[in-house]
């Protein structure tokens, strides 16, 4: 478990946003298929909240039900992956990416190992790239950014309500 603190979290574009607050349980890096595709990534970083500790704060996901037991739920207008969902279960699992401050919540293990990448232990012999310099490419990007703040705000975007 990861120490209890009260965390925001949503999707890409602002229309959801949610609140967890006490502990987040299990924070870990699920390697099966079905997370994959549902991430569109290598992997999918989830946690669970207990459902009593977790509220909606803007807008509603929409819902995919990815097997007879479980739903994911994700922005139906960018399109982040935000939820898994056992419905029965007392507890919601937030994708960790999703928080306005991911870098909070450290993963304790992973999961579905058969599935996992077979190169990823050749990730840190990879070169990196150098930060680039401020460029007009750069500042315009910056500039014109129309991804929500890692913050709660009243409305969004601003000067528009949802």
């Not at 459902?51 to 479980?70: I, Y």
Request: hydrophobic share 35%; net charge negative; aromatic share 8%.
């Amino acid at each position: 478990m990861s120490a209890s603190a009260d965390r925001s979290g949503g999707c890409q574009c602002g229309a959801v946003r949610y609140r967890a607050s006490g502990k987040l349980g299990y924070p870990h890096l699920c390697h099966c298929r079905m997370c994959q595709k549902a991430a569109g990534n290598y992997f999918l970083p989830l946690a669970g909240v207990a459902r009593a500790d977790f509220a909606l704060t803007r807008g509603e996901p929409k819902w995919f039900s990815s097997s007879e037991l479980v739903r994911r739920g994700f922005c139906a207008e960018c399109g982040t992956p935000l939820f898994y969902d056992i419905p029965e279960a007392d507890f919601i699992n937030i994708t960790l990416g999703s928080l306005d401050d991911p870098q909070s919540v450290k993963p304790v293990a992973q999961s579905n190992m058969g599935t996992r990448m077979r190169w990823f232990h050749d990730l840190d012999a990879l070169p990196v790239e150098p930060e680039p310099e401020s460029s007009e490419r750069e500042d315009t990007i910056a500039s014109s950014n129309h991804q929500h703040p890692d913050h709660d705000t009243i409305q969004w975007p601003h000067g528009a309500a949802r």
